[in-house]
Nanobody, 123 residues
Framework: QLQASGGGLVQAGGSLRLSCVAS????????IGWFRQVSGKEREFVAA????????YYTDSVKGRFTISRDNRQNTVYLQMNSLKPEDTAEYYC??????????????????WGQGTLVTVSS
């Protein structure tokens, strides 16, 4: 029900835009989060946007570099990633849920997950 795409190989300082397209759910009823995971580590929160699109949230390490947005007419959420760093290298996942504000960063608060798209940033 969620399809993530847009990953790839980029040099440090470059940009990528990830997309997450939803189907089979009432997209504008759900908050969408982006998480990332490096092999052997926990999946971590990156960014989230509320159902209305009016509120966005970021982990500290990406603030000022990443921007999350959504187009409810296209059932799509975007993650614009600028000034990429090697430490941003990970598999990126989008997820849909209805978490309360304090749980937006908690992966267990999301119901639906996409398949992941790999982002590799070379130094």
């Amino acid at each position: 029900q969620l399809q993530a795409s847009g990953g790839g190989l980029v040099q440090a300082g470059g940009s990528l835009r990830l997309s997450c397209v939803a189907s089979g759910l009432s997209f504008d009823d759900y908050a969408i989060g982006w998480f990332r995971q490096v092999s052997g580590k926990e999946r971590e929160f990156v960014a989230a946007i509320r159902a209305s699109g009016g509120n966005t949230y970021y982990t500290d390490s990406v603030k000022g570099r990443f921007t999350i947005s959504r187009d409810n007419r296209q059932n799509t959420v975007y993650l614009q990633m600028n000034s990429l760093k090697p430490e941003d290298t990970a598999e990126y996942y989008c997820a849909a849920g209805r978490p309360i504000l304090s749980s937006l960063v908690n992966k267990d608060a999301y119901y639906y997950w996409g398949q992941g798209t790999l982002v590799t940033v070379s130094s």
